[in-house]
């Protein structure tokens, strides 16, 4: 089976790469290469001993996009092509709508021209808000998301659904993804942010090469066991395996599906520390900050519907995580 990868050259994108080829797909990527480097391919190449086929093409650019599809034939496709910086779509919001809509609805419509049925979606936990309660459900609803960033996952998730409703040999996979982390196990890959890392364990391993000071908790008093905030962290190797579980789902027919990705337990900051000191043998300097703006105190999912109809679940815990992670940089201490 042939499939088209769009972002397939970024964190998670390049490990579900590694994964499909592993399973014996053939992989094509098209990424513009605005947040990750071509130098990825020769890693995948290194792991896997497969170079995967890459266009440097915009999925923006309508034209050159449909050049791609005109070359290229495929079964599936995968679409993690995205802008995903929470605070930089509050920032810059026409740019997030129009990439990450733009690049959907031109891959929407060449998946019609050229008679590609099936699509998953990189989805995000931050589709449900503010939770209510946790754990999440699918079925929880899906109202508006915080940021322009979530909205822009919310507005394409109601895009398949439409498309979906449209036609009923459109098979549509929307992923909602919870906290990925971690590194592929030889070092090669990982999270490579631009600057200051937003997130928290790409902070922790900066921290951990001497990079950065201190991490900076962001609040101690959310109403969690130990008033820090409460995420639900996935090794990005996990994810990629259930991406590889929802193409082979995809292939039966079922139309649009909604799968959580998560691990079904929530981690607290400290909770992390402590683990990423007991994973690595380093200590994490931190001091407690007040809470950042838009964070909910706790968020992690319910998988048992992933686990049941897809046959998948998480397998690594955070500490396969930290040790990966912490890997990676110290392999990589600038970035791939
Ligand atoms: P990433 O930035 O590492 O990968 C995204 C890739 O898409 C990059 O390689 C970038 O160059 C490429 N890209 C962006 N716009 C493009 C365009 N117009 N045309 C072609 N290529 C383009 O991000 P990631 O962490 O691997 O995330 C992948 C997907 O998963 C994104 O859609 C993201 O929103 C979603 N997601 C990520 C997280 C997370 O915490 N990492 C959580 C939930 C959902
Ligand atoms: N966090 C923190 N310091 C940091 C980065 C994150 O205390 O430098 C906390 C953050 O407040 C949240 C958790 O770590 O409770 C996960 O944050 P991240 O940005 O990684 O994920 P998100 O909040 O988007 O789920």
Redesign the pocket.
Known sequence: MRVLV??G?????SETVIKLIENKYEVVI???????KEAVLDRIETITGVRPTFYK????DYEAFRGVFEKEKFEAVIH?????AVGESVVKPIEYYA?NLG?TSNLLLLMKEFGVKSIVF???ATVYGIPKRVPLFEDDPVLSATNPYGETKVMIERILEDACAADKNLNAALLR?F??IGAHPSGLLGEDPNGIPN?LMPYITQVAIGKRDHLRIWGNTYPTPDGTGVRDYIHVVDLAEGHVATLKKLVTNPGLVVYNLGTGKGTSVLEMVNAFEKATGVKIPYTIEEPRPGDVAANYANCDKAAKELGWKAKYDIFDACRDAYNFQQKNPNGI
């Open positions: 769009t972002g050259t970024g964190f998670i994108g098209v990424d513009n290469l605005s947040n990750s093409v915009d999925c923006c993690f092509a995205g802008l995903k990439n690049s990189s989805s995000s993804y906290n990925p997130n």
